[in-house]
């Protein structure tokens, strides 16, 4: 089976590009399953019951989120409600969401999803290590596809979890930079890996948000609203194909589609 990995969806212009492109990449790369990194998707930070709906309904099969998870109380109750999205399985237990999803392929495996969150450079979360143990430890034996999204500022960070884990899940893939890194490969024991997957949303921008708005900030110290940019809109993120059998990945793509490949992909 063929998986989809979609990098950080940051604003409505993130969204619009996975909408419309989503159904048509699902056809021309026969993908099983498509996951998304959802938590920029509204406004750059945050998602809303809307937008997760949307995502869905735009055929994205399940979310994963980050340490923007919350920026939205709205979205508690889908947290908790929604089989489809997933919180950082080390966020604390009393925090809404669940620890993993298990969802549905398009030939009917059952696939879990997992999210999990880094330490270093990041706010303090419980330990990634003993978390991702412990939600291996719960998910049914029978399934043996099993999806990482390891949302991390530390290449050496997301190195060491795709170490740790590798023979255990089909991909790790790294989050929350929103740069696309060259590293993809595939670990001696079967789990396929990439420090991070890059950003869905405005290129002509700072990880998404507008230029001129940042550079301001940055340089004179007046704050100044950090509004999603608008132009260079792309899907990032990563295929990898797994065997359905042993959960084992046997090939990993960096995948980029611009506004001009998407007027190629619906003609």
Not at 88 to 105: E, H, L, R, T
Not at 165 to 193: M, N, W
Request: proline content about 5%; charged content about 25%.
């Amino acid at each position: 089976m063929r998986i989809l990995h979609i990098g950080d969806i940051v604003g409505k212009v993130g969204r619009d590009i996975v909408r419309d492109a989503v159904p048509a990449l699902r056809e021309k790369y026969n993908l099983s399953l498509v996951v998304a990194n959802a938590e920029n998707a509204c406004g750059g930070s945050g998602l809303t019951p809307a937008a997760h709906r949307e995502l869905i309904d735009a055929h994205v099969d399940c979310l994963t989120m980050g340490d923007h998870i919350y920026r939205r109380k709205e979205l508690n109750k889908t947290l908790e409600s929604q089989p489809n999205i997933v919180k950082p399985a080390n966020y604390p237990a009393s925090a809404p969401g669940k620890d993993f999803a298990i969802v549905q392929s398009k030939e009917g495996l059952r696939v879990a999803v997992i999210s999990v969150m880094g330490r270093v450079f990041m706010r303090p979360v419980d330990c990634p290590w003993t978390a991702i143990d412990r939600v291996l430890s719960q998910i049914p034996s029978d399934v043996k596809i099993r999806c990482v999204d390891f949302h991390a500022e530390a290449t050496s960070d997301k190195q060491l979890m795709g170490r740790h884990l590798d023979g255990r899940v089909s991909y790790c893939l790294g989050t929350h930079t929103h740069v696309a890194t060259a590293d993809e490969q595939i670990f001696p024991k079967g789990t396929a890996f990439m420090c991070d997957v890059g950003m869905t949303g405005p290129h002509e921008s700072i990880i998404g948000r507008r230029i001129d708005r940042v550079l301001e900030t940055t340089i004179t110290f007046r704050p100044t609203p950090f509004d999603v940019a608008r132009d260079d809109v792309r899907i990032n993120g990563a295929i990898v194909d797994v065997e359905s059998q042993t959960g084992k990945a046997t090939a990993i793509q960096r995948f980029q589609l611009r506004e001009a490949d998407l007027k190629e992909l619906l003609k």
